[in-house]
T-cell receptor, first 114, second 113 residues
Framework: DAGVTQSPTHLIKTRGQQVTLRCSPK?????VSWYQQALGQGPQFIFQ???????QRGNFPDRFSGHQFPNYSSELNVNALLLGDSALYLC?????????????FGPGTRLTVL | SQQGEEDPQALSIQEGENATMNCSYK?????LQWYRQNSGRGLVHLIL?????REKHSGRLRVTLDTSKKSSSLLITASRAADTASYFC?????????????FGTGTRLQVTL
């Protein structure tokens, strides 16, 4: 049973560019959430997708957008990259939207913006 | 913004000793989850405790939850060098159409031989 997978592992971009990160949820999970973790900090909630719709959004600008596909996989897109977007981006999956279920995380994508 | 804080920020113990980490939060919750993170990698889920539970065990882990004090603690017994990692508590809350986790800033645990 594969857990949550993310690609790529590492990514280096320059300011102003655009990036797409990908996530495949754990088998049997239908909800995907994205988090940003700056160095030395705890993860910060970006948004959550369920039934191919963005259900809730954290305090992130519109440069951050996402998508969920019919197979429950998801993408995170960041436009007009800033130096401050350098972080570890984590995807988490869960069964349903309820907060009563565990959220399982992938290994993350390390994004460096130069 | 961070929901709560872990205490202490850093903890150094010897192998075989017990490690206790505390977590405080600010708003009402549906559950609280503890995660481990090694060297900036992905988060490993350790344990989930629901808001109507007071204590939960899993192997060498013991978690308590006091909703009246808005606090939780994670006890790791008989620690091992492999337990060296950062530990995060995350509060889960239903918000009508979604649920999200709000993380603290973490406790960095160092277990030495």
């Amino acid at each position: 049973d594969a857990g949550v997978t993310q690609s790529p592992t590492h990514l280096i971009k320059t300011r102003g560019q655009q990036v797409t990160l990908r996530c495949s949820p754990k088998s049997g999970h239908d909800t995907v959430s994205w988090y940003q973790q700056a160095l030395g900090q705890g993860p910060q909630f970006i948004f959550q997708y369920y039934e191919e719709e963005e259900r809730q959004r954290g305090n992130f600008p519109d440069r951050f957008s996402g998508h969920q596909f019919p197979n429950y996989s998801s993408e995170l897109n960041v436009n007009a990259l800033l130096l401050g977007d350098s972080a570890l981006y984590l995807c988490a999956s869960s069964r349903g939207q309820t907060a009563y279920n565990e959220q399982f995380f992938g290994p993350g994508t390390r994004l460096t913006v130069l | 913004s961070q929901q709560g804080e872990e205490d202490p920020q850093a903890l150094s113990i010897q192998e075989g000793e017990n490690a206790t980490m505390n977590c405080s939060y600010k708003t009402s919750i549906n559950n609280l989850q503890w995660y481990r993170q090694n060297s900036g990698r992905g988060l490993v889920h350790l344990i989930l405790i629901r808001s109507n539970e007071r204590e939960k065990h899993s192997g060498r882990l013991r978690v308590t939850l006091d909703t009246s004090k808005k606090s939780s603690s994670l006890l790791i017994t008989a620690s091992r060098a492999a337990d060296t990692a950062s530990y995060f508590c995350a509060t889960g809350r239903n918000t009508g159409t979604a649920s999200k986790l709000t993380f603290g800033t973490g406790t960095r645990l160092q277990v030495t031989l």
